[in-house]
């Protein structure tokens, strides 16, 4: 079975960059352009973990992990965070919200793909 992947992300190039890097390890992508749209596309369809950008117009992805966090059909949505802050206290401000992991950009791809293996594993044993 292909896991899906959604890929929240304002930064075209990045999201067709991991599009076309989580597709040719096997997951099945969808993308949103910010948070707005990634709440109304987990609603319609959730996937099975998330890659959040933290800086979005419109709902930043902090706001959203919250969101995500408070609704019972989502409470469990693995979300690996993006981002390009890199001052003290972001990636805490991350985690707290409820990221799983908070990871700097730009991103070591290996890491990055340890982690989804890794987070996805873990909810399967569930």
């Known amino acids: 079975m292909s896991h899906s992947v959604m890929v929240v992300d304002d930064d075209i190039i990045i999201r067709h960059m991991?599009?076309?890097l989580l597709e040719?390890?096997?997951?099945?992508?969808?993308?949103?352009?910010?948070?707005?749209?990634?709440?109304?596309?987990?609603?319609?369809?959730p996937p099975h973990i998330m890659i959040l950008d933290v800086m979005m117009p419109r709902?930043?992805?902090?706001?959203?992990?919250?969101?995500?966090?408070?609704?019972?059909?989502?409470?469990?949505?693995?979300?690996?965070?993006?981002?390009?802050?890199?001052?003290?206290?972001?990636?805490?401000?991350?985690?707290?919200?409820?990221?799983?992991?908070?990871?700097?950009k730009p991103m070591d791809m290996a890491e990055l793909f340890q982690n989804l293996r890794a987070l996805l594993t873990r909810v399967a044993l569930y």
Not at 24 to 45: C, N, R, S, W, Y
Not at 81 to 99: V, Y
């Open 18 to 20: 991991l599009r076309m």
């Open 24 to 45: 040719m390890e096997g997951f099945v992508v969808t993308e949103a352009t910010d948070g707005i749209d990634a709440l109304e596309k987990v609603g319609q369809q």
């Open 59 to 104: 709902l930043d992805g902090i706001s959203v992990c919250r969101q995500l966090r408070a609704k019972p059909e989502t409470a469990a949505l693995p979300i690996i965070m993006l981002s390009g802050k890199t001052q003290m206290g972001a990636a805490e401000e991350g985690l707290a919200a409820g990221a799983n992991v908070y990871l700097h």
